[in-house]
């Protein structure tokens, strides 16, 4: 009889027996993967608020529970202590060229990087050619107030799915932990995304003056060999967008002690889900169906309305040949394809194209002298109707002429 060895059947089928029993265990109750599972996609998290961010009530940020909160938390604690910003980077390289003096700035702002990459015009799918979108400021309805779409609506309906999910194991064997941590979730989670930081950087940009002498006309494009060009009028009606895109300094040591004191809170918050021992596929649904809010928030693309920037459309040119839609550009909004020229001809131009530009630039510095040479009307003295020495009158009001005469 051969000798009994610890790679017999027997052995092996008791091996066996025992990580089934620890695998069906971990099926009937997930709780150790929850743990793992909190700690990872801060990077979406934060997107999603700032698409969301100053877009509510109380600049409610509808961003549902998730996943990723326990790592955008600790995240956020490092960004507000040393660059103090919570807006993300924009993931849009972009420019924005001003068409009055031609100034070519690269585009740091979050909201503009948003509006280009969601932008489509009805040439975009062409695979030759420029498409110059023309808009004006809205004068109806406020900059920085985003309009709610279906993103917002599907964050609030989340949440309240959410902590309808949290119930059902309170309500059928009386388990309400599950509850307890959704709810403390969503409570972090919102007090997160309505910090006045997310508002206050998101639009960090000085208002124009309701006068046509400070219109502001910019062109945002993601520079040479892009198809499209958005052209923007604000005539006193909206945000310098200048400013906006340069993205300001605005922190405050209030965001700092808040982002460390809900840090502290979402660890306990982790803590508390890696003892949970019962009903844990609820809180992994939970959890589940807030990730795919979170994603669908952060990518989604949306009108720029809905990013807070409310525009109007005028005109749309175009062009299969860069420099006719530049040209066409120019005849409607004086500027426009003259600034853009050292975007799109990085090289130079063709020696009729420069003739064009030569004679343009002339025009325009033909007008800005004939508005510099008209004088100032001066404002005539008033006299009185029994007045009797008018000639007292005229030496008081131009008292230089008359001590040139003596």
């Not at 949290?166 to 910090?195: E, F, Q, Y």
């Not at 945002?220 to 052209?231: E, M, Q």
């Amino acid at each position: 009889m051969p000798p009994w060895t610890t790679s017999s059947p027997f052995t092996l089928l008791a091996r066996h027996r025992h990580e089934f029993s620890t695998l069906k265990t971990q099926w009937q109750n997930p709780n150790d993967i929850l743990s793992i599972l909190m700690i990872i996609g801060g990077d979406i998290v934060q997107r999603a608020v700032a698409q969301l961010a100053g877009s509510g009530p109380y600049s409610l940020a509808p961003v549902a529970f998730s996943f990723g909160w326990v790592a955008y938390s600790i995240n956020t604690v490092l960004s507000a202590v040393g660059d103090g910003r919570l807006m993300p980077a924009t993931d849009c390289p972009s420019i924005l060229v001003n068409a009055k003096n031609g100034h070519i700035r690269n585009n740091q702002s979050w909201v503009l990087g948003r509006l280009l990459r969601d932008h489509r015009s009805r040439h975009h799918q062409k695979e030759r050619g420029l498409t110059v979108s023309m808009y004006h400021a809205s004068t109806s309805k406020t900059p920085g107030v985003p309009d709610h779409d279906w993103v917002y609506y599907s964050g609030v309906t989340v949440i309240i799915v959410q902590l309808g999910i949290a119930v059902i194991p309170g309500a059928i064997h009386g388990d309400w932990m599950i509850l307890l941590i959704t709810g403390s979730g969503t409570l972090l989670a919102l007090s997160a995304g309505a910090l006045p930081q997310w508002r206050a950087e998101k639009w960090a940009a000085r208002r124009l003056p309701s006068a046509k002498a400070k219109r502001e006309v910019v062109s945002l494009t993601r520079g040479n060999g892009s198809k499209d060009v958005i052209v923007i009028v604000n005539e006193g009606t909206g945000f310098k967008l200048e400013d906006l895109a340069a993205t300001r300094d605005v922190r405050s040591r209030y965001t700092i002690f808040v982002t460390c004191a809900l840090a502290v809170l979402w660890i306990a918050h982790l803590l508390i889900v890696a003892g949970l021992q019962n009903d844990a596929w609820y809180s992994f649904a939970v959890g589940a169906l807030g990730m795919i809010q979170n994603v669908v928030a952060a990518g989604a693309r949306r009108s720029s309305g809905a990013q807070g920037i409310h525009l109007e459309r005028e005109r749309v040119v175009y062009e299969e040949k860069l420099f006719r839609a530049l040209k066409e550009a120019e005849g409607i909004e004086p500027g426009v394809g003259l600034s853009l020229l050292p975007v799109f001809f990085p090289g130079g131009l063709k020696k009729e194209e420069e003739a064009w530009r030569q004679e343009r630039l002339e025009e325009r510095a033909t007008m800005s002298e004939k508005r510099l040479a008209v004088p100032p009307t001066p404002s005539m003295p008033r006299i009185d109707a029994d007045s009797k020495d008018v000639s007292e009158v005229v030496v008081e009001a131009v008292p230089e002429v008359t001590a040139r005469r003596t």
